[in-house]
């Protein structure tokens, strides 16, 4: 049976069986996909060097798929990014963008654009842009992408440019006016005239220029932990890689609020 190919960014491998990998990866035309590569534990030859987590490859798949599971006959490396697993603030903001894309590129969205926005991240990051100022714009640009946007222009109540006290409504997606005398429903959290500032040039700003932006320690730590609460509230449950993230983010450069 003829194999399709496709370009693939690899997000997790885990061993499966006595000589399996079950592979999640993302690809442009399908999203989030999830295949076995049978014997890859095993085969020197049909995945070698192919099957590195963060890494961008060609995969060939069975048309014959069982269920949601693919069969991923061999694949060939691609782009390794290597600096990403020479620094370990690297690989956890390389990890945390991997499995929200993941998460907001599930099938059957059109995926292109989130496949791009990462492949451009893991770039930016392999070639020296300082984690932990790039990953609000991507982290940003992604949810935008898979349609969990933040409005951060103006108020979500009275429509004009807010003024301090700046709120952000988790359940709404967007800034209010801490005066505002109509207020706002659900959770709310405040933001600095900075941190907004700088979260609305990052979401403006094309994903491939965001490697120039920089994020002050006090805005970058709320600024990334507004989008871990905000991430939170619509997926119900927390990316299991901030915990990673918690443990390799420099020192004095923290993301909770």
Known sequence: MPSVETQAIIISVKDYGEADRLVTFLTPERG???????????SKKRFANCLEPLSRVT?????RSRGNLEFLEKGEAGRSFPAL????????????????????????????AIFAALETAFTLLNEGAPPDSLLPGFLLHLLKLGGYGL?????????????PPILVSLSQGGILCGACPRGGSGPQVSLN????????LAQDLPPEKLGRLRFPPGQRGQSLGLLRLFIRH????????????????????????
Do not use: N
């Not at 903001?93 to 059109?110: D, I, K, Q, V």
């Not at 005239?193 to 609305?200: D, I, N, Q, Y």
């Open 85 to 112: 697993r020479r620094d370990l603030a690297r690989l956890g903001a390389a990890a945390l963008l991997g499995e929200l894309a993941a998460e907001m590129a599930s099938p059957p969205e059109a995926t292109s």
């Open 151 to 163: 409005s951060l222009h103006c108020c979500q109540v009275c429509g004009q440019e807010p003024q």
């Open 193 to 200: 005239p900075g941190s907004w500032k700088l979260l609305r």
């Open 32 to 42: 989030r996909l999830t295949g076995i590569a049978k014997h890859a534990r095993r």
């Open 234 to 257: 619509h997926l119900g449950r927390e990316l299991k890689a901030w915990s990673f993230w918690d443990k390799v983010a420099r020192p004095g450069k923290g993301e909770r609020l």
């Open 59 to 63: 995969l060939f798949l069975s048309d």
